[in-house]
């Protein structure tokens, strides 16, 4: 097939479910039918196609952005109100690798308001629904790219993670995503709002595809002269992996028990692992996980090595404007008259109120710093570990203002630096997504993105919507 061809049908794909799901937020159509003329130019030129492999080797692969990310002339609002009629002027770092690789952007996809919420929806664009069943929320914040790849609207999207952002979209959407290991290996650059200070440090962009195989060769690319960091070119021996799980985070008050069928399914993976592998996966209860939300909500909020202060998220909200007054905004929310959601109203009042312990603070970082030494010595140079991705699977829409702590079971990881990667494990009995995180050592991404092609095999990956 032409490299038309297969943009076309993947515009048409769009056009016919976006309606439902409301996951592309602006498309550039038809820029994208012209890179792939040209694309097919190149390709009926070349003589031979080793060297264009070599020099392109996502040519004429549709892919889609996080709205947060630059993509020359496509907006950049981070769902904010304020800047609903900002352009960007230029790409990315990692949408300029992608696109000098071949790859054809055909739009920017949802995400949550300045990206600090696990439901997409702001008052910009509206809301996305869950594409295995529209009454469910495709997590966040970039719930769109999980949406858009779940529905077959795109081959491989770009998504950012300082809290799950990229793997709570991947579980809900029953789709593959990867959190490399934190350090900057991928370059944040280019996407609104960027972390500053101690969060430089949290902040990750990452992969989200449909296909395992995928993650590799786009975390490569995205990656440039940081893929040096990994150890992608290491072959992997499964059977030589030790294996570690973790069914639940030990009851955190904060945070829902984990769902039957998630467990149930996370069981399966041992047994399949220990049965085919013939590898004992060793059963760990870690403590501290019990306070995963606490530790991140103090570390994000910690100063940085320079004694700079995190960015306030009220001053996010106001955009270099007036500054937003969580208290006023709630109520003037409560008459209908403000331009921000719940959630982020939420977030700035929390925000204050964390600014009253500094002493807990403290004790709950020097406690994060503590989990971190436990776990690279627990997974060392080999191990990995299995841990829920989610405790719920997709929830309906605005209940997770109910339980709004639950994105703990992957904002630790942020906090922590591991590269972890989020696999799917087939639909529950309602046909919703489950999955699991693979979690390995820093700059061991190689072993979770091999396991997770593993299981891809055994339990089958992605699954079309409405399929079964």
Not at 224 to 246: D, Q, R
Not at 254 to 271: G, H, N, R, T, W
Request: charged share 20%; aromatic share 8%.
């Amino acid at each position: 097939v032409t490299c038309v061809e297969v943009v076309e049908a993947y515009v048409e794909r769009i056009r016919e479910v976006n309606p439902l799901i409301n996951a592309v937020v602006k498309d550039r159509f038809e820029e994208a039918l012209q890179e792939a003329r040209q694309v097919d130019k190149l390709l009926s030129e070349s003589p031979g196609n080793d060297y264009l492999e070599e020099k392109f080797p996502l040519l004429g692969v549709p892919i889609t952005v996080k709205e947060a990310f630059s993509v020359h002339g496509m907006p950049n609002t981070s769902g904010l109100v304020n800047r609903r009629n900002v352009i960007a002027t230029s790409d990315a770092t990692v949408v300029s690798r992608l696109k000098q690789a071949g790859a054809i952007p055909l739009g920017v996809t949802n995400c949550s308001e300045l990206c600090m919420w696990y439901e997409s929806s702001n008052r910009v664009y509206g809301r996305t629904n869950n594409p295995y069943d529209l009454q469910r929320i495709v997590g966040g914040s970039s719930g769109g790219e999980g949406g858009v790849l779940a529905a077959a609207c795109s081959v491989i999207g770009v998504g950012s993670d300082i809290g799950g952002s990229i793997r709570m979209p991947a579980f809900f959407n029953g789709v593959f995503g990867h959190k490399p290991t934190t350090g900057r290996v991928v370059p944040n650059d280019g996407q609104f709002p960027n972390a500053r200070g101690v969060r430089t440090s949290f902040l990750c962009t990452g992969p989200m595809c449909r296909y395992a195989e995928d993650l590799e060769p786009m975390l490569r690319v995205m990656a440039g002269p940081g893929v040096n960091k990994l150890k992608l070119n290491e072959k992997v021996s499964l059977e030589k992996i030790k294996f570690h799980c973790m069914d639940h985070d030990g009851g955190s008050i904060f945070v829902s028990p984990v769902d039957k069928e998630i467990l149930q399914a996370q069981k399966k993976v041992v047994e399949h692992l220990e049965g085919t592998l013939g590898v004992q996966v060793q059963r760990v209860a870690i403590h501290k996980m019990k306070y995963s939300f606490q530790i991140w909500s103090a570390m994000m909020s910690s100063k940085d090595s320079d004694g700079q202060e995190a960015q306030l998220f009220t001053d996010l909200l106001g955009d270099h404007g007036k500054p937003v007054w969580p208290l006023w905004e709630l109520m003037k929310w409560l008459m209908g008259m403000s331009s921000h959601t719940l959630p982020a109203i939420a977030l700035g009042l929390t925000e204050k109120l964390m600014k009253l312990n500094p002493g807990g603070n403290a004790k709950l970082v020097s406690m994060g710093k503590s989990l971190q030494e436990e776990m690279e010595a627990l997974l060392g140079p080999d191990g990995v570990l299995l841990y829920p991705s989610h405790p719920t699977i997709a929830p309906r829409h605005h209940s997770p203002i109910c339980m709004p702590f639950n994105f703990a079971y992957t904002a630790i990881f942020n906090v922590l630096g591991l590269p972890v990667t989020q696999c799917p494990l087939g639909l529950s009995s309602e046909g919703l997504p489950l999955g699991i995180q693979l979690v390995a050592a820093s700059y061991n991404d190689h072993l979770t993105l091999a396991v997770a092609r593993y299981l891809e095999q055994a339990f089958g990956g992605w699954i079309l919507p409405g399929k079964v």
